[in-house]
């Protein structure tokens, strides 16, 4: 059921024949599509956590992107860069995960703690990909930023720090002896003596711990059978500590729609009880959309297209893979019921987004950093929007990664610094944390476009809306590159007083900022029309909007 479900997805991606499917709306007469919100039928909180974000200790992302140092002549708030903190705040960053990635499999905390000049320097995991031209940082790192920056960083911008542990190589007794070093109470170890001297008296408090990375290849190469039996080992008995709360720990999960791994892990789990899946807070997925071949080849390398550099079909391609999401969460899910019915288990989905072949970089010698456009603007935001519509399903998510690397939100080096399309999105949306997921139907005629030969199509018109108290927040996106759309939106269960509407759109759908041109795609206010005959608004072609209703 499920492989005939992705083998669905498959075919739809290789340009299966397109087939019209009739309205099941009529629409008023000067509308072309319509959406409907019912406010009474609530799907589940929608949890501020899945509005994370990635941090790994890789080329850019850290030194430069966040770290600069207390003597740097980047402003900064003890060493780390001031503009991030203060557009971070924008956008109320629930959770923030660190150190990787698969850099997190190569990591010993021990050495990034103490005094910072008595730290050791050490290869960085991605140290075979970086340029000569590349800051030493980089390749080898110099533990400047270990927990307590992290840490520091977190509550400057008001997140909680979710740390990833290292399975493939500390044995599991790093792992308990790291959450000591955070949550141990001022005076009561000597873990939390050393966290004191270091200037931090007070515990960290740290709730979410990943048990390590990607487990099936750079964490460790193992089986799910095996990376089970380490997880349980890694997880059994780890202390708590007051004013914490149970541990909440993320098992590393498929890749993509790797059933067999979900399956593999979790029966090797329950062969030990049935309430071992008690223990396990989330399973970690990770989805990247990677391959613009249009269906040529699966290689990693070649299948890969231009961040910038892209034709209407790239485009669409792009929406198509973004929008496999979906049929990962429910497929995933559906393999998660077979052994845990009550469904303890949430997914994290704690990396996300496109990835692209080098050669957008705005800082050329960063590693894995890409440029965001508008379409990755509009694939965030049809991400976002199918996350907020499973609000009992995914428990949180993080886009990878915060800043100069993959599906960023910022790029930034030296004393330059620029919030990107995909920063804009997460700024919209933030006003869906903590709201009342509703049911919402979007309906709205199909795009159809040429796949080399081949006809294809995608959706019109789709998003997510929550409640909060009086105030409905409507996301959703026109993936049309050309075509906008005059849409009705009708709030069943309740009347509409006002209405406001921000969007991020432009006529090029290459769009995207640059440290030259910070502010080029930014978000516009909009008009929305609230009258006796319902509400109205025009979604522009390639647009991600924020509407805001208030209700009667
Ligand atoms: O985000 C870059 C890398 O992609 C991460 O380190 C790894 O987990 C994934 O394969």
């Keep these: 059921m499920l492989r005939r479900q992705f083998l669905l997805n498959a075919a739809a991606l290789a340009g299966a024949p397109f087939v019209s499917k009739a309205s099941p709306f009529a629409f ?12 009474n039928e609530p799907l589940g909180t929608i949890s501020p956590n899945i509005y994370g974000h990635f941090t790994e200790n890789l080329s850019g992302v850290v030194y430069d992107g966040i770290w600069v140092g207390e003597d740097s002549k980047v402003p900064n708030v003890r060493g780390i860069r001031r503009e991030l903190v203060e557009e971070m705040r924008k ?67 008001g997140a909680q720090p979710y740390l990833a542990a290292n399975v493939r190589s500390l044995p599991a007794e790093g792992f308990y002896r790291w959450v000591e070093y955070c949550n141990s109470p001022a005076g009561s170890t000597t873990l939390a003596d050393e966290r004191a001297a270091a200037g931090d008296k007070d515990p960290f408090q740290v709730r979410y711990w990943g048990v390590g990375n990607e487990s099936w290849g750079c964490g460790g190469n193992f089986t799910a059978q095996q990376y089970a039996v380490e ?89 198509r893979q973004g929008d496999v999401m979906e049929s990962l969460i429910t497929g995933h899910w559906e393999v998660m019921h077979e052994f845990d019915r009550e469904h303890h288990i949430k997914l ?19 590693q894995l950093e890409q440029l965001p456009t508008l379409r990755d603007a509009v694939f965030s935001g049809l991400t976002l929007d199918t996350f907020n519509r499973h609000p009992e399903k995914v428990g949180m998510a993080c886009c990878a990664q915060l800043i100069n690397c993959l599906n960023s939100l910022y790029l930034a ?31 709205a005629p199909e795009i159809h476009y040429d796949r080399d030969g081949q006809p294809a ?26 075509q906008g759309l005059e849409a009705q939106i009708v709030v069943r269960g309740a009347g509409v007083s006002s209405g406001q509407a921000r969007i991020l759109s432009s006529t090029d759908i290459h769009a995207h900022n640059t440290f030259e041109d910070a502010h080029a795609l930014v978000p516009k206010p909009a008009e929305v029309k609230v009258g006796s005959a319902g509400v109205s608004f025009r979604f522009p072609a390639a647009s991600v909007t924020q509407l805001t209703l208030a209700l009667a």
């Design 28 to 39: 008023a007469q000067s509308a072309d599509a319509r959406i409907e919100v019912l406010v």
């Design 91 to 157: 956008i109320k960053p629930a959770v923030v995960r660190f150190p990787g990635g698969c850099f997190a499999d190569s990591y010993d905390w021990r050495d990034g703690v103490g005094p910072a000049d008595k730290r050791p320097r050490r290869t960085n995991f991605w140290n075979g990909g970086e340029r000569p031209d590349a800051p030493a940082a980089h390749a080898y790192d110099p533990n400047r930023f270990g927990t307590s920056e992290f840490v520091d960083f977190c509550r400057l911008i």
């Design 231 to 319: 997880y349980r080992r890694f997880t059994a008995w780890v202390p708590n500590y007051p004013g914490v709360g149970p541990l909440s720990f993320v098992a590393s999960g498929p890749n993509d729609d790797n059933w067999e791994w979900t399956r593999g892990f979790l029966e090797e789990i329950v062969r030990k009880g049935p309430n071992e899946v008690r223990g396990i807070y989330g399973l970690a997925l990770h989805y990247y959309a990677w391959n613009l071949s249009r269906g040529k080849t699966s290689d990693w390398f070649k299948g890969k297209g231009e961040a910038v550099k892209f034709d209407d079909v790239d485009w669409y391609e792009l929406l």
């Design 348 to 366: 994290v989905v704690d990396e996300w987004g496109p990835w692209y072949k080098p050669g957008s970089e705005l800082t050329p010698a960063d």
């Design 413 to 443: 080096h030296e004393n330059q610094f620029s919030v990107t399309p995909v920063g804009h999105v997460f700024e919209l949306y933030a006003a869906h944390q903590g709201g009342e997921s509703l049911r919402t139907e979007f309906s």
């Design 457 to 482: 199509s995608f959706w019109g018109l789709r998003g997510s809306a929550s409640l909060h108290d009086k105030r409905l927040v409507l996301t959703a996106v026109n993936p049309s590159a050309h």
